[in-house]
Structures are given as C-alpha cells and as structure tokens.
C-alpha cells in the first residue's frame, strides 16, 4: 500500500490557477502509475487524468485537457496537478490514487487520498 496526502486545493476566481500536490509514502512511488480523480456533489467521481510510473506519458479527460497538466517528481515522492484557466464547472473534490497498472485503467487505482477541495467562483 502508498499512502496519499492532497494539498493546495483552495478558492479561486474563474480564470485563475491552482497547483495540487500529493504527497505519497510508504511502497516505491515509482512502481506506480499515478491519477487524479474528482468528485463534485451530487455527481460521480470522474477521471481527471493520469501518468504513468516514469512521468513519460499522461492521459487526461476531454473537459481539462489544453488546460490542466499532470507531472511527477519520483525523487520527492509528488505528483502534480497543475490546473489553469479554472471555469466554475471544476469545483469538485479532488483525488489522487495510485495503481500498479496502466494509467488509463481507471478501476484499477486502488490507493486513494484524502480529497482537497476546490472552488472555482464565477
């Protein structure tokens, strides 16, 4: 098992940015793919989008992609989620998990944080 740790979700006017950390321990970080998921209310928890293991390749849902950037540093343990031109319709909790397989494979993370709220204001 690795252990997750979201931070830096927040409020934030549309338009704006936000940068999402998440701080893993526990097994080798690098052995897993890594994904952020969100949930907002009333709604399903959705795939934001994913890396894998190395950092090489990143996949990302349709409504963030051109606005939101995924990125790893195995050396700190960290996954990133860099989030720009943030409209209302993101506000939702946010998750990173982890899975020792393909990024892509949505139902197989079975590693989950916390949740780091954020807020998009309109």
């Known amino acids: 098992q690795v252990q997750l740790v979201e931070s830096g979700g927040g409020l934030v006017q549309a338009g704006g940015s936000l940068r999402l950390s998440c701080a893993a321990s526990g097994r080798t970080f690098s052995n897993y793919a890594m994904g952020w998921f969100r949930q907002a209310p009333g709604k399903e928890r959705e795939f934001v989008g994913g890396?894998?293991?190395?950092?090489?390749?990143?996949y990302y849902a349709d409504s963030v992609k051109g606005r939101f950037t995924i990125s790893r540093d195995n050396a700190k343990n960290t996954v990133y989620l860099q989030m720009n031109s943030l409209k209302p319709e993101d506000t939702a909790v946010y998750y990173c998990?982890?899975?020792?397989?393909?990024?892509?494979?949505?139902?197989?993370?079975?590693?989950w944080g916390q949740g780091t709220q954020v807020t998009v204001s309109s």
């Open positions: 998990a982890a899975s020792l397989h393909s990024a892509t494979m949505t139902y197989k993370y079975d590693n």
């Open positions: 890396i894998s293991w190395s950092g090489g390749s990143t």
